[in-house]
């Protein structure tokens, strides 16, 4: 990694890619700390750390503090990724956006441009939400309908603008833009969250109390580290034989092949749903003032939220955890069930005149790759719990009320894992000297 990082500064065009990316960087978090007009910042402030919970922890995580800040960035790409999701879902039940996400260019065009529509659509409902839930409860003083709109206004605008920059990295930088820009924003919590264990663990504590917490915070977090790693380079590869054949005089095929199935199919897709599913009603409970209680709706809150989870002194709520696991199983086989279509892959392998060893064509390889591929899922649902579960278990036990957790970290070195290959991939395409160069 180190080493390509150095290769990219002796070629002048991935030098000025990465200057680029720096400043779309510098431009985004910028806007992260500009207020929305007409707000009172310090208002929302108060009114967040008395309503900590999980659902907007999770959401201020993904939008790099804005939210709590509320920035013109505050909703952030929140809307893009929520767009993106229910485009593709839609492609499989709609026959017509599936034939066009096979169109080629111009149908992936097409697809870009109405999600687009959708990402503007989702960002004006959440900024209207936003603007009449918090209106309400004062964090618009002296609320009318014009100071609403210009709030609306604002936060549309930025989630816009956000999903443009992404779109600029991803044209002129490297790599994924809106992943990348998702990635700025979680790393920009992990200072403050690391002050955060500093001030709960370390700071006031002896030196043989501080720094056995300080190795048992780090093993921790290296422990998670590793283990995504483990569990995004994990795949299974399904040996692939292609027969030979004759085209005019020549002998063509007889190569060897493999299809790489990977462990982790769905990514950190079913995380992302298992959270969101699970922090919508209480998302709604905080902006209607509701859900502080003690009749049964609010003790299923109560459950729904993972800041009351594996507590040991309520432990009645880890009912949630258990339902947080069964969803993201559910979800796993679920995404990667309209991502991943074993009879379509047969078919394509028998036209091409391939086969598996041992397994006849047609029907019999579709029926093993879709067994393979309900192992491997469940293997890989198992390891992404893992993962996200550990974090739960030390803020719970030990009470660090901090942003990140196993989500935060899947994605962060998922995409510099990713970003890394595609820089690797760029500086072989100017390096590479083939027969025609002297």
């Known amino acids: 990694m180190f080493e390509t990082l150095k290769n990219v500064f002796r070629v002048k065009e991935m030098r000025r890619k990465l200057l680029y990316l720096i400043w779309m960087i510098f431009i985004i978090r910028i806007g992260c700390q500009i207020p929305v007009p007409g707000v009172d910042s310090d208002f929302f402030k108060q009114w967040f750390s008395s309503n900590t919970g999980d659902a907007f922890n999770f959401f201020d995580a993904f939008t790099g503090g804005s939210f709590e800040r509320m920035s013109i960035f505050a909703l952030n790409i929140t809307p893009y990724i929520t767009s993106s999701i229910i485009i593709q879902l839609l492609t499989i039940a709609i026959p017509s956006l599936e034939e066009m996400q ?6 992936r065009k097409k697809m870009t441009a109405i999600t687009r529509y959708v990402t503007v659509g989702l960002a004006l409902f959440e900024s209207v939400a936003m603007a009449i839930g918090f209106g309400r409860q004062g964090m618009i003083p002296n609320m009318n309908f014009f100071k609403g709109v210009v709030v609306v206004a604002c936060l549309t605008a930025g989630s816009a603008m956000l999903m443009w ?16 820009v998702l990635t700025i924003n979680i790393i920009s919590r992990v200072p403050s969250d690391l002050a955060l264990l500093y001030e709960n663990f370390i700071k006031g504590k002896t030196i043989a109390k501080g720094t056995l917490a300080s190795i ?5 977090i290296l422990v998670v580290v590793v283990l995504v790693l483990i569990l995004n380079g994990a795949e299974r590869r399904i040996p692939v034989q ?3 054949k004759m085209v005019g005089r020549k002998m063509m095929g007889g190569q060897s092949t493999n299809i790489p199935l990977k462990v982790n199919t769905a990514g950190v897709i079913p995380v992302i749903f298992a959270s969101s599913l699970m922090s919508f009603p209480t998302v709604i409970a905080q902006l209607t003032g509701k859900g502080n209680g003690t009749g049964i709706g609010s003790e299923i809150l109560r459950g729904l939220s993972s800041n009351n989870w594996c507590n040991p002194s309520q432990l009645q709520y880890s009912w949630g955890l258990v339902l947080y696991i069964v969803l993201c199983v559910f979800f796993a086989y679920f ?3 309209i991502t991943f279509n074993p009879l379509e892959v047969a078919d394509n392998i028998k036209k091409q005149g391939g086969f598996i060893p041992g397994i006849r064509p047609g029907k019999p390889t579709s029926d093993y790759l879709t067994n393979i591929l309900n192992y491997i899922i469940f293997i890989g649902a198992v390891g992404l719990i893992i993962v996200c579960v550990i974090p739960f278990i030390f803020n719970g036990v030990f009470g660090a009320n901090v942003s990140f957790g196993g989500t935060s970290i899947i994605i962060i070195v998922g995409v510099i894992l990713e970003t890394v290959k595609q820089i690797e991939s760029q500086l072989l395409v100017r390096n590479y000297k083939g027969f025609l160069n002297n």
């Open 102 to 107: 096979r169109d080629g260019e111009e149908g």
């Open 242 to 244: 292609y027969s030979k």
């Open 335 to 337: 995404y990667t069930s």
């Open 165 to 180: 920059l992404g779109e600029r990295i991803t044209e002129k930088g490297v790599g994924n833009g809106i992943s990348i």
């Open 216 to 220: 048992i915070i780090a093993a921790i």
